[in-house]
């Protein structure tokens, strides 16, 4: 009567089923994200937006440059004066719009893709080494990401891109030095909380080295957050790049960049709605997307969110 | 007539078809100057149904009962504004953890003064000339530095007589105490019990009290109540509980009292955990447990009946040697334990 | 409380001078002689070049030009704009309430919408009006700001016709600036029409700048409302008998502002940023088209002091939201 059994056979009748084995990290992660929906809308307009970028040279029905004579200013084809070989209108100088939209995603995502990627890569690093190294190497690091974001964002872009020059590749550099400290303080925050957990201590008495600690063990642990930085990075990246092509000063005419076709646009406000509707649309679907997404993952990957 | 009469009440979650039960079928009634126990584990239901009684249980919670009422008047049926009249005044509800019961931007006598506020009125002269009476009516030191202080700047004992202090401000009929001291310090701990069970005595408040701690349970009440994953399992007057119990479980819990495993080698303690949501057992809940338990145990499910003046949950409920009766030689399995 | 502040300071100094030297080495940084630039088009003959040279100080070694610099500043002295010859301060002095009454209507807007749809969100957790107020505010902050004020053109003065296209006020009102803030000017002037005027134009500006801000704000205000409406004196406050509306708007609201005011005060960045886009488009005379103008013409010592004085602004913002978080939230008001 003292010992601590577990109750014998006849009463196991009682207890409901096993639940089985538990899903991978992995496989949890995708189940709540599917769950939600808009996250998942989400993705599936990415997908089709990088299938567009992917295909543009094949897909789109006219070389986006090619300009028309014959056919300035036409509106999309459901209205009256449309024609049906530019579905969405053409623009001042009559090139097909629904073709610049297409080559624009090829531009977008790429500006996209690469900004974050050169930002973050350098982030990390940067980061890695603030977080690890502590003393004066982190605060000299934090100091100067604390004046970069002294800063507003599209105001340091301005400014770094008038000295190096309008231009798309100095827009996407410009952007990416302005997304730094995000990444450099994400970074740095998840390796200072990483730096006192038990596994990173035995591995220092196993004899691990700073690389391996840094990007082996740690990394990995601190990636969660980063992703979902990076996603939501990516609408930042092509908001910014919108408006530095708006302004005059990212990718210059006759690039088919939405942003750059809106400064083009500015003056049909009155009479040409489609030229201006159309690629702020796009910007504004494409931004949509990623945002979505990047709060799904957000979602997906918070462990306080897990019931 | 009892202060309070509880017949058979339910609060479900979940799904309709497949709902739920945080309390299943319950019943009890205090009276008037009556101290109440209520005893279980986490996960027994106590908490929900006082909830219940005060009307904090939210949407998609549901309530039902064949009678809950508050001195005649049924309180379920209620419109809710008067129900927001008699709660906080008639009945008041103190919770388990007074640290983060008191709302961090408001100064003490904001907080209390504006229960006074809602339910008496007066100007705001008689509001804190009674403010600091109830705050030396709890024991408070110098209790007119205390007014303005903030909650984060209270120790926890402290915070637990404030919202105390609150609860009673309106002269309350009926207190129910939700695990008063289970966060507070154990030298705290007998302070607050003392208080609380001095102010019913003062003003003939019915009393609830809710607690795992049976030790607490047995000085204090003159009733007790055990539940179990939901249900209602013993109840009757505190000393015969402590002499004689009916149920296996409060049995159990008894034993498990270290007080009472003097003389043995290891504590004595009930094996396994009480069921959550999704695996219930068919029959008695207490069943894979239980040290009685046999065939019927499985297959049924006891209702609550009258044992000796004992209300009890069980098939076999125990005699004064505490052996279950109407167990023959046959059905017994042996000892589970 | 003095603590918190002077502690907030002595972050800020550093900061501070940090700016300083990267506004300056970056306008150093930019390709061209900035003395043929100032030269123009004339050109300039050797001896013109050394007096252009010594009266700019740009024969100096670096670090001494930097603490030049950095000496003029703290006297007010951000140099002369190349392209109109007056004090760069004066310049940004002159335009700078434009921007600040147009981003104190756009922070009302974010914050007169946003509170009140966050809040309702919350309280109706994952019914329609949730889902619904969500989306509008995540399409709020998806949107490329500059499209978006073109649409409300497109929309309301060219289709519609109700408001103007661009300027602060009608051209045919002109009076003497008092404030600077067109819309009391127009108060004060006593002109027939000028007040309605002036707030006729400034309509889609404000809301234009002002729905990112709106967006974001709405989100943080649904989230710091559900985390404080599941919080224990939430539950106390109704066992107390407390109406809902008392509960929502006393108890609860209180907590949840809290975070949301730094959440404005960073809005302020974007707001500026926002500004500048905005000002563009509606040809409003601010900082933000002043500094635009200044970089297609080159004109450094206005984009320099343009720069800095923006980041003087956001940082001081800062501090400001800062010491109001203090203040508000008690926990940190009674710190030492």
New interface residues.
Partial sequence: MSENTTPSAAPAANVAEPIGAPPSPLRETWDYFRKNRGAYVGLMVIAFILFLALTAQWIAPFDPIAQDRTAFLKPPVWMEGGDPRYLLGTDAVGRDILSRLIHGAQLSVSIGVFVVILSMISGICLGMVAGYFRGWVEVCIM??M???L??????MA???V??L?PGLENAMLAIAIVQLPHYVRLTRASVVSELNKEYVIASQIAGAGHMRQMFVNILPNCMAPLIVQGTLGI?SAI?DA??LG????GAQPPLPEW?TM?SE??EF??SA?WV??F??LC??VT??AF??MG?GLRDALDPKMKR | MALLEVQNLTVEFGSEDKPFRAVDSVSYSVDRGEVLGIVGESGSGKSVSSLAV?G?IDFPGRVTADALTFDGQDLLGMPAKRR??????DI??I?Q?PM???????TVEAQIM??LK??EGGTKKQRRERTLELLNQVGIPDPKSRMTA?P??LSGGMSQRI?IA?AIACKPRLLIADEPTTALDVTIQAQIIDLLLKLQEDSDMGLILITHDLALVSEAANRIQVMYAGQLFESGPADSIFAAPRHPYTQALLEALPERSEGHDRLRTIPGVVPGQYDRPTGCLLAPRCRYANESCITARPEVRDFNGRDVRCFYPLNDQGQPTGLTADMATGENV | MLGFLFRRLGDII??FF??TL??FF??R???GDPILMLAGERGVDAARYAELQAQYGFDQPIIVQYFDYLMGVFQGDLGKSFVTKKPVLDEFLTLFPATVELSIMGILFAVILGVPFGVLAAINRGKWIDHLTMSVS??G????????A??L??FF??TLGWTP?SGRISVMYFFEPVTGFMLIDSLLSGEKGAFTSALSHMILPTVALGTIPMAVIARMTRSSMLEVLG???I?????????PI?VIMV?AL??ALIPVITVIGLQV??L??GA??TE??FSWPGIGKW??EA??RRDYPT?QGG?LM??FL??GVNLIVDLLYGIVN??IR?KR
């Fill in positions: 100091r100067l604390d004046i970069m002294a800063l507003p964002s599209l105001i301005l400014a770094i008038a000295i020059g609408s908001l919108a408006a708006f302004l005059g000063l942003g809106l646009a500015r406000v009155g709605w201006i509707t690629p702020g910007i504004l931004v949509l945002n979505l709060d | 005060m904090l927001r009249e008699i709660t906080g005044k008041a509800m919770f953890d983060s019961a008191l709302n961090p931007c408001f504006e229960a809602v339910h903030y984060h700047q919202v609150m | 550093p900061t940090g700016v990267l506004v970056l306008i940084l930019i390709p995540l399409t902050y998806s949107m490329p700001i500059f499209w978006w073109l649409l053109i497109m003065s060219t296209v919080e224990e004196y539950r106390v406050a109704r066992a107390k008998g407390l109406a008392r108890h209180r907590n960045g974007v500026l940023a500048i886009l563009t488009i500094i635009i970089m297609n984009i720069i923006i980041a956001v940082m008690p926990r009674h």
